[in-house]
């Protein structure tokens, strides 16, 4: 059988999708913030460069009209910004304001653009740091202006920018995340609730019922859920009470049937051979169907819940032989696990039913059983196991041998109710416990009864 894909829960697939949503629209409203950002400060650092190189540019055309040849001083005489600089051109003579800025240390395009008569600028990094350089042509003059301006101010403004935009961004998508787990756990509780109904009556809780709702939805939703259980309950207990009644008017006409074929077999040396045939064959169908019509009385009284739980301290060592041997197993070798407990409460009639009736199975099915053990679980119970050494049960019935009138592949065609297994697992479910099959080591069945001892009733 294909086992289904695994998969994220439900709540984690919501959250995951909002965190998802949060994360997306907020990167792409920080990449927008951004980009506006920065496209500002550059524009308005870029007009307060092109406003204060054309002044500047202005006054070196004035002190060229003037004649003034001490054009070195004039240009160290400019105010520009700090780790700004400034270039005067005449010609094919250079004026640096600044020794370590030479003309060289202007971006070779623009210095091109001006020097054919263009005004221009042009961001570029010297020494690592990023400049704005804006060139003024001054024609009258035969003459050019550079200034550069420095960004790293206008960058650190920026990253500081971006690195609070994408905090914040991560504060939102966290910020999802919880509103999702919460949102997602509010939404999914009515559906916790169902499922949890929907489990008890699994259980066996028939009665098990959903309040009503608030919301219209949800409400529509309980009372759904409501009507289907109704309805379940309804034909559950029709039917059990129709299999109730069933088994109780058959019990009047089979004793009467019973007494009879008794009596002719008390006789049956008076009758002939193919005569004493056939009774052999009524006798024996008779026996069957009246243990038939017991089992399926002491089914409907286990699932009506009207058989109560009657625990008395016990000896395992002592009553488990005993059991065996009422019933024809006093061969049947046992065997009681050195840490399991011996003195335990639980209910007498029920561990004899439970015991029986694996026996009989393990004879009728499995060749006759082998070995009865008593081990102590990991979970502080009991583990009551009868071992056979016939040809199993296949994993795909193991579950389904438990139910009333099921049967194993290989007990198809062997005498049988088909309900001692059944009897058992309901025993065992009164009980607390629970019973399973699994293989045995060498080959064979291993039919095991688990009682948790620590429940109510059943006390260690």
Not at 98 to 120: I, R, Y
Not at 268 to 291: G, H
Not at 369 to 380: A, G, L, N, Q
């Amino acid at each position: 059988m294909k086992q289904p894909r695994r998969t994220l829960s439900l709540r984690t697939r919501l959250t995951l999708f909002l965190s998802l949503t949060a994360l997306i629209a907020s990167l792409a409203l920080t990449l927008l913030t951004y980009t506006a950002a920065r496209n500002y400060l550059l524009d308005q650092r870029s007009s307060v460069a092109r406003v204060q190189t054309f002044a500047n540019a202005k006054a070196a055309r004035d002190e060229l009209r003037l004649g003034n040849t001490d054009l070195g001083r004039f240009i160290t005489s400019i105010r520009t910004d700090e780790n700004g600089f400034a270039l005067l051109f005449v010609g094919q003579t250079s004026y640096p304001q600044k020794v370590q800025f030479p003309k060289e240390s202007l971006p070779a395009d623009l210095l091109n653009q001006v020097l054919d008569g263009e005004t221009g600028q042009q961001r570029f990094e010297l020494d690592g740091k990023p400049y704005l350089a804006v060139g003024v042509s001054i024609r009258e003059s035969d003459a050019n202006y550079f200034e550069a301006f420095p960004l790293a101010t206008t960058d650190r403004v920026l990253r500081v920018i971006g690195t609070a935009l994408l905090v914040g961004s991560g504060i939102i998508t966290l910020l999802a995340a919880a509103l999702g787990w919460w949102t997602s756990r509010r939404l999914l509780k009515p559906v916790s609730r169902v499922a949890a109904a929907a489990g008890g009556i699994a259980s066996g809780g028939l009665d098990t019922r959903l309040a009503p709702e608030s919301d219209p939805e949800l409400n529509r939703l309980a009372q759904s859920f409501n009507e289907m259980a109704d309805a379940v309950q309804t034909r559950i207990e029709r039917e059990a009470r129709f299999a109730s009644d069933v088994s109780h008017e058959l019990r009047s006409p089979i004793t009467a049937l019973s007494a009879a074929v008794e009596v002719l077999d008390a006789r049956r040396v008076d009758l002939p051979e193919r005569t004493q045939q056939a009774l052999d064959v009524v006798v024996n169908q008779v026996r069957r169907f009246d243990q038939m019509v017991m089992d399926l009385l002491e089914l409907s009284r286990l699932e009506a819940g009207v058989t109560d739980l009657h625990a008395e301290e016990l000896r395992l060592d002592d009553i488990v032989p005993r059991i065996a041997l009422r019933y024809g197993f006093g061969d049947v070798p046992i065997e009681v696990h050195p840490s399991a407990r011996k003195n335990v409460w639980i209910d007498k009639l029920r561990l004899e039913r439970i015991l029986a009736n694996l026996l009989d199975n393990a004879r009728e099915h499995g060749g006759g059983p082998t070995r009865v053990s008593i081990e102590p679980d990991h979970t502080r119970g009991l583990l009551l196991a009868v071992e056979d050494a016939g040809p199993g049960v296949a994993r795909s019935e193991r579950q389904r041998i438990f139910e009333r009138f099921a049967r194993g592949t290989a007990a198809r065609h062997r005498v049988g109710t088909g309900l001692g297994l059944a009897l058992v697992a309901e025993h065992a479910h009164a009980l607390g416990g629970e019973a399973w099959v699994e293989d045995r080591i060498g080959g064979g069945a291993r039919f095991v009864v688990r009682f948790p001892l620590d429940r109510p009733g059943v006390d260690i």
